[in-house]
């Protein structure tokens, strides 16, 4: 029986949907590269009450270790840490040489913010630095002005609790420290060592995987000790397979037919993302992009990485007809003659992304994102694309796309960096 | 007493941060504004065991209503509407008429993927129609291929489930038909009409307002029946006030306050996002974006709105020195002179966007997103943005934001939106 783990995300702001979690999914990632069991990620808001529910409720699914996120800020619906202590059986205690380092990094505020209440810092600096009692409790040094704590029950068969505040920045930057504990070391003595493996395959609906799963099973000789979950994502289909290491053999064989009954859709083995493909294949390159429908996602998403300057030229949002003229040559003709949203189009706008930017790789999008703005003969979700190199070997492409405007924004971006990885590889489109 | 709701997110992918949850927050914003209390969102993999714990977490928390999200897809680790049903009660039983409806979505995907199998499909199908048993359990029809449900118990003592798919487009497009049920109805009859306020500042830490509510308290005459959240979001600080009916005043007055207090800084009071704001001020205005460091992103967010190519007409993302000459007409000695990343290329970026565009607004953005790229004049997170109109009015704005390359990234986008904001409303940068 391995270790299980729980994560416990608070914040009204985050169960009313007007701030977007992405604690949980991280802290989840963690964990179970740690090799811990995860069961359940709950989300409550600042309600005491709310939030002790969540941390039993953890604790009867047998949670050895808890993760909280957020609550630990200067104000007063910030409660996390005063409810972890009384769960683990605590009482609460001020810190004044931990109040010290927080002023010292609240300090400078006062600088960037003239007209700041000098009192209202010091009360928040106060309520942060007053933490769960007991030499035993390792405190986490502030990343940001809230200070972490790895909080042990004083009845020992309640799971240890990782305490950690909500900006992701500070969360992620503060969990290595928390994981180094002894307290974080002995709740999760017992974890396994799992493999995982991911596998990615683009172009095929997924209910084909789950055929080749069915086909797979007697051919491996059962599934039991593994894992397996499929899903669709922004149009690509993932397979991760989990094992014990007792099943390991398994899990290569199930990867294997995998791959023989889909070898030109199965891009990725090594859990790479096509992000990380294309930015492997642009390098020593000089990219441009040429973006109508997309409004600039397909250049925000290649300039996302670090480095990512010394391949990326820079790219064209071409809007309107005058500015596809003008700013990539693209012939009023042409648009007039097949619409700008075709084929035809689509390769002017690769071309004159290559000219205007003497770049040797360009991919160029048109299409109608909608909701407006659609025919019989192009309706919405219609997208064209011209992937090309400056040695004139380029792919064409046309599809409708499914779903609504950020839908296929999105899904025509994802399309865009497929069909450049097919590209610069020498493959054909699929 | 309010009628008081949950929400279960399943989904391995979910769970493990593969696939990152929107449903989540959708459904919580679709509940709480129906007036319903909610207190949790919890979410777990396919493990029906772990499905059944969070049903019964969140039955245990007194919800009247619980809201399921996945696990309704073709493949064996879907099995969220037979734990529901299970939990419930009741038996599962096959539609064939719900089957051949499916069906009929399911076949032209036989178009799209000549080398599809078949039987695979069938068999997803077959799977997809058997639902929970009883004539008194509204089938909810697919929009994509999966059926959803409002599952009511058979013993009454246990909360109704609205069982719905995980993709957040068929989810949302269900939506509508499940609260239109009898059983959806019966089930939260309970409510109450609160009433929200939301307000967003921009240009304050967050302890700045925690001291107002300070302030505030004994003016209003306590808070007790507000329920009042503050977050920081993206540099904004929302502040959240939801009153009983009874308590519709004590809110109107915190707002008040809150107003007196930060004029400048108090942006929105009407829900309206900064995105909201600027698209109106826009209207009947031609825009161009001209982009280093934020690599497209402001222009993607300016036209992830329907309409919104009324009025932008395009952007460049100027990676290079070489683009910010060639394309936009900026002086490389200029470049020399001052830096990439300066007011005064900033200011020429701008105007370069204008010309080339044939704009009347324009926004220019340059920095140093990092983590390379910075020195001790021009640190990482040092950006320099010039929003500027054709008649020569404009706002040069220079400063160091905090966090990592997503951060800064993100961060910039949202300061030009301000800055637009303040421009084209004819007020000074803060």
């Known amino acids: 029986m391995s270790a299980r783990a729980g994560v416990v995300v608070t914040g009204t702001e985050v169960l009313t949907g007007r701030v977007r979690d992405t604690n949980g999914p991280w802290l989840a990632d963690r964990l179970l590269e740690l090799g811990l069991e995860l069961a359940h990620i709950t989300i409550c808001g600042d309600r005491p009450e709310d939030m002790e529910a969540a941390l039993r409720f953890q604790a009867d699914q047998g949670c050895d ?32 040489e931990l109040e010290q380092r927080i002023q010292a990094i609240v300090r400078p505020l006062l600088a960037r913010f003239p007209r700041i209440d000098e009192e209202a810092l010091r009360k928040g600096s106060e309520k942060q630095a007053t933490v769960p009692e007991g030499s035993d409790v390792p405190v986490l040094e502030p990343v940001g002005t809230a200070p972490g704590a790895v909080v042990t029950p004083v009845d020992s068969d309640r799971p240890a609790i990782v305490v950690l505040p909500g900006p992701p920045r500070e969360l992620q930057a503060m969990w290595s420290a928390a994981v180094e504990t002894d307290a974080f070391e002995a709740a999760t003595a017992g974890r396994v060592d ?155 706008m690769a ?46 492409r046309d599809t409708r796309l499914p779903g609504g405007r950020a839908d296929v924004r999105d899904r025509a971006t994802t399309v865009a960096m497929h069909l450049l990885r097919r590209l610069l590889r020498g493959e054909p489109a699929v």
């Not at 957020?70 to 059986?89: I, K, Q, W, Y």
């Open 351 to 396: 071309d004159g992304a290559l000219a205007r930017f003497e770049a040797d790789t360009a991919v160029a999008i048109t299409g109608v994102a909608g909701p407006g703005g659609g025919s019989d003969a192009k309706p919405v979700g219609y997208v064209c694309w011209c992937v090309k190199k400056s040695d004139g070997a380029q792919l064409l």
């Open 65 to 96: 270790l808890i993760v909280t996120s957020g609550g630990l800020g200067p104000t007063a619906d910030d409660l996390t840490m005063e409810v972890v202590a009384r769960f683990c059986g605590r009482g609460m205690v001020h810190d004044p």
């Open 194 to 348: 799992y493999e995982q493996r991911m596998l990615r395959l683009f172009g095929m609906p997924e209910s084909e995987i789950a055929e080749t799963l069915r086909v797979a099973e007697p051919r491996v000789g059962g599934f039991d000790g593994l894992e397996i979950t499929t899903c669709l994502r922004r149009g690509e289909v993932e397979v991760v397979i989990r094992a014990t290491p007792e099943e390991r053999a398994r899990a290569a064989a199930l990867e294997d037919i995998i791959a023989e009954r889909h070898p030109n859709l199965l891009f990725s083995r090594d859990g790479s993302l096509i992000d990380d493909q294309v930015a492997e294949l642009l390098a020593g390159r000089w990219i441009a992009l040429a973006e109508s429908c997309t409004g600039g996602l397909l250049a925000a998403r290649l300039t996302e990485r670090a480095g990512s300057s010394a391949y990326v030229a820079g790219g064209v949002v071409s809007y309107s007809n005058e500015s596809k003229n003008e700013l990539l040559g693209v012939d009023l003709g042409l648009i007039e003659a097949h619409g700008a949203v075709s084929l035809e189009v689509a390769e002017a």
